[in-house]
């Protein structure tokens, strides 16, 4: 039979029609303001994965390189998720170990759909923008994915009440830049700007982090340069042969460090923060140190040269985007092209990793174990001390 239901300011009275037993649920203000449930006050256990820490949040891009990274962060920390997914759930099923038995949550969306957006941050406090493309595909489209995408999460975050929305964006972003490369301005770093101007206008205070080049395990940084498609033989050819270009790359666990800092954090609200590495280098310098730790020095023949006299070049991105275009081979494409010859420029004052508390990750120590995976003769076992580590890579002045 069904219950008869008494309300009222403090506890709801369920009584069944026969009389024979009712149970009372006690509604304390402790838990309740306003008729919005107040998460903090459910928090439980000593901290770790096992626990709850009163934080719900909602990644968007939580499949990609740095929403993986990002998951583990949280779950580390008993926050529970909301894990929105586009394709084939199995993409991100794998996630679900990052956090307790019913802490990690998926429901299915699709960037232009508002409903599916509305379902995943409607019990969420905290909504994380992960949402990225390196490259165009027919369906999606830079302006789509940055800029109209960022939008529409800003704005229906904005709508449902959510307190905090993290973006992460590009460090060297612009209205206007300088093409380098390609023969007209990036769209890339334009959407991107384009789209920080977006979220604040739906959600103005939000938080944005603008990355340089992230890399780590499954990057599109060190893997780009490690993949065949990018070199020629032992020729590779970049940009004023990289000694014009001036790279700052940070650990993909440092960004997502920082956002599970920012997210944490009430005083970061309305900042940007400018996620780059604690060092400088020379592209020329850090891609031949690359090869020098994947023993393809310049005893194995290898060397740099100039990308405008590579005739080879333009035509291996023609092909390579002919036959995969809806993802280029080697991340091969005139867009990551101009990215990788781009300087990474900071704007002084601007708060940086290390105000939100972040302890940055040095590449001398990171890079070997990344590229090890690539290295020349991986089946011969070499004895200790048999292959010196190659000098580090010179760094460049402070900006």
Same mark, same amino acid.
């Given at each position: ?72 962060? @949280? ?35 699709? @960037? ?200 080879? @070049? ?86």
């Amino acid at each position: 039979m069904a219950p008869v239901a008494l309300t009222g300011h403090l506890a709801t009275k369920i009584i069944p029609k026969n009389g024979y037993m009712s149970i009372v649920y006690i509604k304390s203000a402790q838990y309740s303001n306003e008729g919005k449930l107040n998460l903090a006050s459910y928090k439980r256990g000593t901290g770790g994965r096992s626990s709850f820490n009163g934080v719900v949040a909602t990644v968007f891009g939580c499949t990609g390189f740095v929403g993986r990274y990002v998951c583990n962060k @949280l779950g580390k920390t008993g926050t529970q998720m909301i894990l929105p997914y586009r394709g084939d759930f199995y993409d991100a099923a794998r996630l679900k170990v990052c956090g307790d038995l019913g802490q990690v949550l998926f429901t299915p969306f699709h @960037l232009q759909d508002d409903e599916s957006i509305a379902k995943a941050v409607r019990y969420s406090n905290v909504v994380i923008n992960l949402i990225g493309r390196d490259y165009e595909t027919k369906n999606f489209k830079f302006n789509d994915v940055h800029v109209d995408g960022a939008r529409r999460l800003a704005r229906i975050s904005r709508e449902m009440g959510v307190e905090r929305f993290i973006h992460l964006s590009y460090l060297n972003a612009e209205e206007h830049p300088t093409p380098l490369v390609m023969k007209k301005p990036s769209m890339y770093k334009i959407s991107k700007y384009l789209g920080e101007c977006a979220v604040r206008e739906e959600f103005p205070t939000a938080t944005i982090l603008r990355a340089s080049d992230i890399y780590g395990s499954e990057d599109r940084f060190l893997r780009a340069f490690a993949s065949l498609w990018r070199i020629h033989s032992h020729i590779m050819s970049l940009y004023k042969n990289g000694e014009a270009t001036i790279k700052q790359p940070v650990y993909v666990g440092d960004v997502a460090q920082a956002i599970l800092n920012a997210a944490r954090d009430p005083d970061t609200r309305c900042l940007t923060y400018q996620a780059v590495g604690p060092k400088r280098y020379l592209l020329r310098d850090l891609v031949i140190w690359f090869y020098q730790l994947m023993r393809k020095d310049e005893n194995w023949g290898f060397r740099l040269m100039d990308m405008k006299y590579d005739p080879l @070049l333009p035509l291996k991105v023609m092909v390579v985007n002919m036959i995969s275009p809806a993802y280029p081979f080697g991340n091969l494409h005139w867009e990551s092209l101009e990215k990788e010859a781009t300087t990474d420029v900071l704007v002084k004052g601007m708060p940086t990793l290390e105000d939100l508390g972040v302890t940055l990750t040095n590449m001398e120590d990171q890079v070997p174990w990344e590229l090890k995976p690539y290295r020349a003769y991986q089946y011969y076992i070499d004895k200790l001390g048999e292959f010196p580590r190659p000098p580090n890579p010179k760094v460049q002045p402070a900006y």
